[in-house]
């Protein structure tokens, strides 16, 4: 969660909301990192998971994610729980949750939804205090 919460205070320097992403092989080791890079790229898909979840199938040389971690600053939204789940990503860990857009428990819960067929696993509120100041900030500065 460190490397992802620096991935997230990269995204600063761009104007976007700091939310990092990092995913880990089955042995652990990170394979892939992402940001948002909404407005750096003018990309609406461009969330922090969709980021590293294309650089982990690129690493890896395939879409399916078997045995991989994604760990992501902020609960992921509809579209990045999809993500996840269509990766087949064996477990999702997040920091803070989101209660407006969270989608792995706050508002849907996409992940655990049995009418999918993957359901990874999923670890929540690692080093969430810190996650959830890094936005409030980030928040506080642009309102």
Do not use: Q, Y
């Not at 990269?10 to 652990?28: R, S, Y």
């Not at 879409?63 to 990503?89: F, I, K, S, Y």
């Not at 920091?95 to 929540?124: C, I, M, Q, T, Y």
């Amino acid at each position: 969660m460190r490397t992802a919460l620096a991935e997230a205070r990269a995204a600063l320097a761009t104007a976007d909301v700091p939310v990092g992403a990092v995913v880990l092989d089955p042995t652990g080791e990170v394979i892939a990192r992402g940001r948002n890079v909404r407005e750096a790229e003018h990309d609406p898909t461009g969330h922090a998971e969709v980021v590293a979840l294309r650089a982990a199938a690129e690493v890896l040389g395939r879409w399916r994610l078997e045995g991989c971690t994604l760990v992501v600053t902020l609960e992921p939204c509809t579209m990045c729980a999809g993500a996840a789940v269509l990766a087949r990503v064996e477990r999702l860990v997040f920091g803070a949750f989101d209660d407006k857009a969270g989608a792995v428990g706050s508002l849907w819960d996409v992940v655990r939804d049995r009418r999918l067929n993957h359901r990874p696993e999923v670890v929540a509120g690692v080093l969430a205090e810190e996650s959830t100041a890094l936005l409030d900030d980030f928040f506080r500065s642009h309102r």
